[in-house]
T-cell receptor
Framework: EDQVTQSPEALRLQEGESSSLNCSYT??????LFWYRQDPGKGPEFLFT???AGEEKEKERLKATLTKKESFLHITAPKPEDSATYLC??????????FGKGTTLSVSS | DAGITQSPRHKVTETGTPVTLRCHQT?????MYWYRQDPGHGLRLIHY???????DKGEVSDGYSVSRSKTEDFLLTLESATSSQTSVYFC????????????FGEGSRLTVL
């Protein structure tokens, strides 16, 4: 049973077309939810950590939010350079992160 | 950028041969991780280390072993490589473990023929 599910698997947007990526989780005792960005051929790069429901974090055109069952990564007026795979991960037992399969975002000009 | 170096970056080998991947860090972080990334599966934890000579298994540890004799080096060994171990392997480091940010290396692409 997947503990971290990301949707959609792939998303195509026009430049300036805002949208949201979803990460739902089923772990109990969440100790942190993480968002990473991964460019082709590269390792994931940290974006945000959220620890409690209602918490929000922002960075440039990205905004991450957290509820008790899911997190959203909102992308406002995206640019082509925002194209990447976005990974969600949760810390359940405190030892390591459990990752979702990712959402691949393509933004065309 | 965090100082993490993975080697080799690319390797092609044959079934049944031993393979060792190396992760070297210059950040003096306590925690080190090995993940594999495959299409349709995402990132899956193989093994991790929480200190010198302290390691533990992850979700997909069968067929893999690890060693950490120094803070800066974490080795992943495939004793007898199989085609199912063809993958991209990522090393990650963290100062605080899973409570905080992981810094990832550039990855090692392994092909087992």
């Amino acid at each position: 049973e997947d503990q971290v599910t990301q949707s959609p698997e792939a998303l195509r947007l026009q430049e300036g077309e805002s949208s949201s990526l979803n990460c739902s989780y089923t772990v109990s005792g969440l100790r942190g939810l993480f968002w990473y960005r991964q460019d082709p051929g590269k390792g994931p790069e940290f974006l945000f950590t959220l620890y409690s429901a209602g918490e929000e974090k922002e960075k440039e055109r990205l905004k991450a939010t957290l509820t008790k069952k899911e997190s959203f990564l909102h992308i406002t007026a995206p640019k082509p350079e925002d194209s990447a795979t976005y990974l969600c991960a949760v810390n359940q037992a405190g030892t390591a992160l459990i990752f979702g399969k990712g959402t691949t975002l393509s933004v065309s000009s | 950028d965090a100082g993490i170096t993975q080697s080799p970056r690319h390797k092609v080998t044959e079934t049944g041969t031993p393979v060792t991947l190396r992760c070297h860090q210059t950040e003096n972080h306590r925690y080190m991780y090995w993940y594999r990334q495959d299409p349709g599966h995402g990132l899956r934890l193989i093994h991790y280390s929480y200190g010198v000579k302290d390691t533990d298994k992850g979700e997909v540890s069968d067929g893999y072993s690890v060693s950490r004799s120094k803070t800066e080096d974490f080795l992943l060994t495939l004793e007898s490589a199989t085609s199912s171990q063809t993958s991209v392997y990522f090393c990650a480091i963290s100062e605080t473990g899973a409570r905080g940010e992981l810094f990832f290396g550039e990855g090692s692409r392994l092909t087992v023929l």
